[in-house]
């Protein structure tokens, strides 16, 4: 029984600890997930940037623009793949 109650007072001893250090983490948490959404708008601007490029009839103007942006904007990603689709610089067969 000695052995239980031991168990039981390290057990109580630690969650508090826990919970602690959850806190902090959910702090750090929320800072986190309003960088991303600053972010949002320049990687946006940077699809609209290339449409207007292509507009103008800068294809490859908006093709750098996009391929600057490819890696953390999966719209402008998609774009570019759908311009160089168009453009006929992707090999559409498969390889053997």
Known sequence: ???????????????????EDKKKDDKKGKAAAAAPAAQA?????????????????????ALAVLDNAKAGNPAAALRLGALRAARGELDSRSTP
């Open 41 to 61: 708008p320049v990687a946006q601007d940077a699809v609209k940037e290339a449409e207007a490029k292509l507009a103008a009839g800068d294809a490859d103007g």
């Open 1 to 19: 029984m000695k052995r239980f109650s031991w168990l039981l007072v390290a057990a109580l001893a630690a969650s508090p600890a826990a919970a």
